[in-house]
């Protein structure tokens, strides 16, 4: 069901700052800047080989990213694997012995459905599901 590591997300103050480093330190390109309001978040996406970094600003105080931020500082904020079928992938996890966030898909950047697995499931890896909107 898992199909490929689809996006690494960054949490990050400010993408007008976050941004240009990427880009400058890196010479990666921003292919897009995209607000989801459903996550309370901005997002700026980079292409590295098939697999995204997805650059995540809060957009209000009580979003996850503000908290994540308030608590552990920028960084590594999640792992996204791609997946067929977003409910199924959670039904498994779920009959598995996962913790979930989300008991059903969201809507997510990119026109994807999202849904998150609790980091206590994975040994503090929080995990998001995601696949096109138009397969799940």
């Given at each position: 069901?898992?199909t490929k590591?689809?996006h690494?997300g960054i949490?990050?103050?400010s993408?007008?700052?976050?941004?240009?480093?990427?880009e400058?330190?890196?010479?990666?390109?921003?292919?897009?800047?995209?607000?989801v309001?459903?996550?309370k978040?901005?997002t700026?996406?980079?292409?590295?080989?098939?697999v995204?970094i997805e650059?995540?600003e809060?957009?209000?105080e009580?979003?996850?990213?503000?908290?994540?931020?308030?608590?552990?500082?920028?960084?590594?904020?999640?792992?996204?694997?791609?997946?067929?079928?977003?409910?199924?992938q959670?039904?498994?996890?779920?009959s598995?012995?996962a913790?979930l966030?989300?008991?059903?898909p969201?809507?997510?950047?990119?026109?994807?459905?999202?849904?998150?697995?609790h980091?206590?499931?994975?040994?503090?890896?929080?995990t998001?599901?995601?696949?096109?909107?138009?397969?799940?």
């Amino acid at each position: 069901m898992i199909t490929k590591i689809d996006h690494l997300g960054i949490a990050v103050a400010s993408l007008d700052e976050a941004v240009p480093v990427w880009e400058n330190l890196l010479g990666l390109k921003c292919e897009r800047i995209e607000e989801v309001p459903s996550q309370k978040v901005r997002t700026a996406f980079f292409d590295v080989g098939g697999v995204h970094i997805e650059l995540l600003e809060p957009t209000s105080e009580d979003s996850p990213i503000a908290k994540s931020i308030a608590a552990r500082g920028e960084g590594v904020h999640h792992l996204a694997f791609a997946t067929d079928d977003v409910a199924e992938q959670l039904n498994q996890a779920k009959s598995a012995g996962a913790r979930l966030i989300n008991e059903t898909p969201v809507a997510g950047a990119g026109g994807k459905l999202v849904a998150f697995m609790h980091p206590k499931s994975l040994r503090g890896v929080l995990t998001e599901f995601c696949s096109d909107s138009k397969h799940s």
